[in-house]
């Protein structure tokens, strides 16, 4: 009885062994990128973001060392590029890649791929620009002047704050969740199976085709017009 209960401990302890060295062979060092001033961001791959506001930028990733010199990370034109080569993008990683990120302003967001973005600040900005395709996930509160949102295939945004105005393009099978974000005015289009929520004062424009449904909140006076099986409607 002694016997089985020592072998039982030996391989107990052989498995929390094994779990422990599985987990520091696929761990990722967190690498510290000198990047200049920028105010637009784009990123492609399966990234997962998270964007700080402070004094200076700064960019620190986390990615497998096999990956690493695939890595893209440069400011271009004052946006600051993340991604990998195109013959890395589309391999199978054990682990997502990360981006940490210091901004002092943005004024542009583009993600591609399967991008996952979050904001653990505010962004505020006298206007922006969110363009996403692919299947991106973005979680973000933001304040700003003139909001404008364009995406395409099956991404899902949560976005709090205000904004004065709020276009918004979408097509494909796309979510919007924004009964937390205050706008004046909103002008929406939208096509295929994609679901909107919007909290608008003012006026709402709405063209909506296909399977969309567009949800608002507050006293706005509506002007739409709809076909196929789309709707829009108040609650």
């Known amino acids: 009885m002694k016997n089985l ?12 062994a ?15 990128i000198n990047v200049r001033d920028f105010d637009g961001l784009s990123v492609s791959s399966s990234f997962v973001v998270e964007i700080s506001v402070g004094n200076e930028v700064s960019l620190e990733i986390e990615i497998d060392d096999e990956y690493r010199d695939a890595l893209i990370a440069e400011v271009r034109g004052g946006t600051l590029v993340i991604g990998l080569e195109n013959n890395r993008r589309n391999r199978r990683m054990r682990e997502s890649p990360r981006a940490y990120i210091t901004v002092k302003e943005l004024n542009k967001i583009h993600l ?5 973005l979050r904001t653990r600040d505010i962004i505020k900005s006298d206007d922006m620009e969110l363009h996403l395709s692919g299947a991106s996930v973005v979680n973000m509160e933001l304040e700003t002047g003139d909001f404008s949102f364009e995406a395409s295939g099956a991404s899902v945004v949560t976005i709090q704050g205000s904004a004065k105005t709020q276009k918004i393009r ?5 979510i919007y969740s924004a009964y937390d974000f205050e706008t004046t005015d909103a002008d929406i289009r939208v096509g295929g199976a994609c ?4 909290y608008v004062t003012d006026q709402l424009d709405v063209r909506a085709s296909g399977a969309s449904n567009v949800r608002y909140k507050g006293g706005a006076s509506v002007d739409s017009d709809t076909s196929g099986a789309s709707s829009v409607r108040k609650g």
């Not at 209960?5 to 929390?16: E, I």
């Not at 591609?112 to 996952?116: D, K, L, P, R, V």
């Not at 679901?195 to 919007?198: M, R, T």
């Open 195 to 198: 679901s909107i929520k919007v």
């Open 112 to 116: 591609s791929g399967a991008a996952n």
């Open 170 to 174: 979408m097509s494909g099978s796309s």
């Open 18 to 32: 094994m779990l422990m060295f599985s987990t520091l062979a696929f761990a990722q060092d967190r690498e510290t």
């Open 5 to 16: 209960k020592m072998k039982s401990l030996r391989l107990s302890l052989m498995a929390v």
